[in-house]
């Protein structure tokens, strides 16, 4: 190795290489019940302990314990010769199934859904084109129809959406004070979860949920939906039925789905929808100007590229999105995930 930089060169390259096995570490043992049987637990466990517990084979889940620990998903403490685990911090917080902020819901929809689409991202860039058809063999029109096939897979989908908006929704919603618009809605809003985020923010507000039918219908029967008084659910198509009357509009993660024709027809309905003084919220990762970041804004891309006509776009890309439906002001507030961006009527 000839200087530093060969040498840093050469660590990055090989954390890219194993990437793939580093999200399938953190998948297997989240799938196993690791991190939910170690927060249980309350105390540190042998590897043997957590392998019969988990009906897996020794060798195997002390393999997949050490992983975790050089991953740092894991700690491991030495006592009367033997190795016992317990969970790091991160996955106490992030990955058990109980904490209050646990993303399982995404990770399980990560490595059971968008892991293996990934293998079709080289036909993805060749043709420029989403590959619904290859991934999931489905001739559908977009992927909300793929996702939305079974009330199973529509239930996986709508719940891994929800997991994020517990580290940052309100993050996002306090971006830009919204106290002064007494009626939100949220457009594509599925089971409420950020539009509740947005109301213990501003508890004088009230919210339309606007979703398909199919959608809304489906996560009104989850044991664990709570419908508030002062939250309402309409249903529709928002590019084809109208859209209830609002002060503000949400859209959360809407526009990266669709190309720039359909985001101006679904903005140009809203800005008409839109009391004057109103405005639209777009919640979206939004790329730097040169497009040289964020690398999660990058990789979100990715993903839109291999399931969408959509991508995700730059701060003035969205300024000519909301200019093109009317909008006479755009500002954008950075956040530590998720940016938003609102247009003013
Ligand atoms: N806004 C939520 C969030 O950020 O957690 C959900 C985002 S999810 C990527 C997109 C949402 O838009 C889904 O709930 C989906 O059902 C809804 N959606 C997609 N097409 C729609 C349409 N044509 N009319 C109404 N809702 C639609």
Known sequence: MDSIEDFESIQVLHQYQYGLLISKVMFTASELGVFDLLLESGEPLSSGA????????PSGMERL??????????????????????????????????SLKSQ???????????????????????????????IYGASSKNYFEVFYRSEESLYRFSKAMDDIWSLCGKEVMSAFDLSNFPLICDVGGAAGTLAKECISLYPNSTAIVFDLPEVVESLKKDPVFSQESWMTFQTGDFFKDPVPEADLYILARILHSWNDEKCIQLLTKLHKACKPGGGVLVVELVLDEDKCGPPEAHLHSMLMLLHSKGKERTSSEYQALFTAAGFKEMQLKKGTLYDALMGRK
């Open 104 to 134: 399982y819901n995404f990770i399980k929809f990560l490595s059971e859904d968008m892991y293996p689409s990934a293998q079709y991202l080289t036909d993805a860039v060749r043709k420029g084109t989403e590959q619904l058809e290859s």
């Open 65 to 98: 314990l050490e992983a975790c620990v050089g991953l740092k998903f894991l700690r491991m403490e030495r006592k009367e010769n033997r190795s016992l685990y317990g969970n790091s911090a991160l996955a106490d917080l992030y990955l058990a199934k109980s």
């Open 50 to 57: 957590i392998a019969e517990r988990l009906g897996t084979s």
